[in-house]
């Protein structure tokens, strides 16, 4: 499996990196909620392990801007030390697909990635996206427009993806920036080079560019493709 660990301390982060690697799988680690969530967001895990009290955001907090605002809908085992009932309904109520109360067992922690891992893997399939003659499958980011196939790096998919999941909604350029690049990292430039791939791309395949710019406002599809 492919795992990330959110975790602030180091010595817990330390031991889970090192046990689940040795176990065979691909591991990443961040310290911070925002690093951790940029991570989540901007790369494909099979399972995530976030630790509830984080500094700069809080696996809670984490948890409901990875759901309700990137729409990723990775497996979350929560590690919880406050021991009651409420935390841990409130991190369910959130998206969180499980959770451990520290301190846990090593092999704890594996058992729940693996069985959180089957059930999503025996979920429905996520269903493909569409808005008019555009489609893109969140399993393999494949993506067609007018029965073409188009060809996009990473991170213009991802923009892509956040333009087709509410059609006709507006999504301003700090939205995607903080979506598709996290908090800190690229320059509006970045951003409108991806976007002119975007739709370079987009226009070869299907003979216009379905994403309209509102000035000072921001992006989204064209009404007549929603
Ligand atoms: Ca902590």
Redesign the pocket.
């Known amino acids: 499996m492919r795992i990330l660990i959110i ?3 180091a010595t817990i982060a330390a031991n889970l990196y090192d046990f689940l690697e040795s176990r065979g799988h691909a591991v990443d680690a961040a310290a911070d909620g925002v690093t951790g969530l940029h991570l989540a967001i901007s790369q494909t895990f099979d399972a995530i392990v976030l ?1 509830l ?2 500094p700069g955001i809080d696996g809670l907090t984490l948890t409901k801007k990875l759901r309700g605002e990137a729409h990723v809908e990775t497996p979350i085992l929560m590690l919880t030390a406050r021991d009651t009932l409420d935390d841990k309904l409130e991190g369910f109520s959130r998206g969180a697909d499980d959770y451990l109360v520290k301190p846990f067992s090593l092999k704890e922690v594996e058992a729940r990635l693996l069985s959180m891992n089957r059930r999503s893997s025996g979920r429905i399939a996520p269903r493909t996206l569409e808005a008019g003659a555009l489609s893109l499958d969140p399993k393999t980011m494949a993506v067609r427009f007018a029965g073409n196939d188009v060809k996009l790096p990473p991170k213009c998919l991802r923009i892509l993806e956040l333009l087709m999941r509410e059609p006709g909604r507006v999504i301003s350029r700090e939205e995607i920036e903080r979506l598709v690049w996290g908090e800190s990292q690229e320059t509006s430039d970045t951003l409108r080079s991806h976007l002119h791939t975007l739709r370079r791309a987009l226009t070869a395949a299907g003979g216009h560019d379905p994403v309209e710019t509102l000035h000072g406002i921001g992006y989204r599809l064209r009404a007549n493709e929603s």
Do not use: A, N, S
């Open positions: 975790e602030d301390d630790d009290g984080l």
